[in-house]
């Protein structure tokens, strides 16, 4: 074996490897791939105006963000998974702003509309973005949170990368530059990622 096949392959053996499925073809397979994840989905985009809350996001800024998101989902599936948007506003609850009451406004504002998936904006009252269920649960009303956060309701996890540091490899969460599952802007998402919902062929 040459040097350059031999550091090669002591670069690569010494990353902590994904768990793959074992075939007789090629032990080092990827799983299979899932279902294609397709067809037409609805979606509302909602900013809480809180009681006690004078700035908050505008329809305006829900219209921006339902539009981004659709069209980074037309254009990352090959026009396999579509957004219907069913609303953009902003919806005034009974509430004051507190982390308390978060859970009570956003069933709140999905009872006021219908849709497969909703992204919530709280203007601010928790720290941070999230997702679960059905509900991307937002901060602010920035697009690129609004497109990760709907990639975890559609099974995406984050994205990170590996980098050595010392002759030992460490993992960063949110470090992929290259997806929009990481913590970086991007329009993209990864070959893997791809791959995982049906939409690489």
């Not at 010494?14 to 397979?29: F, L, S």
């Not at 509309?113 to 009303?141: E, F, M, P, Q, W």
């Not at 030992?168 to 290259?178: C, L, P, S, V």
Request: glycine share 8%; net charge positive.
């Amino acid at each position: 074996m040459s040097d350059n096949k031999r550091k090669a392959n002591e670069i690569t053996t010494d990353i902590p490897e994904a768990k793959r499925v074992k075939t007789e073809e090629n032990e080092h397979d990827f799983a299979p791939r899932r279902k294609p994840v397709k067809g037409v989905k609805t979606l509302a985009v909602l900013s809480i105006k809180w009681a006690d809350q004078k700035r908050y996001a505008s329809s305006g800024a829900c219209r921006n963000m339902a539009n981004q998101v659709r069209k980074f989902y037309l254009k990352n599936s090959r026009g396999m998974l579509q957004f219907k948007i069913v609303k953009t506003a902003v919806v005034r609850v009974p509430y004051k702003s507190a982390r308390k009451n978060i859970n009570k406004a956003e069933v709140y504002c999905r009872r006021r509309v219908k849709a497969d998936i909703y992204c919530i904006i709280n203007n601010g009252v928790r720290g941070y973005s999230n997702a679960g269920g059905n509900t991307a649960h937002l901060r602010g009303a920035l697009a690129r949170t609004g497109n990760h956060e709907v990639g975890h309701l559609l099974g995406l996890g984050h994205s990170g990368r590996y980098y050595r540091v010392k002759n030992k490899w460490k993992f960063e969460n949110y470090g992929d530059r290259q997806s929009v599952m990481g913590k970086y802007a991007s329009s993209l998402l990864t070959a893997p990622q791809y791959y995982h919902q049906g939409w690489l062929f």
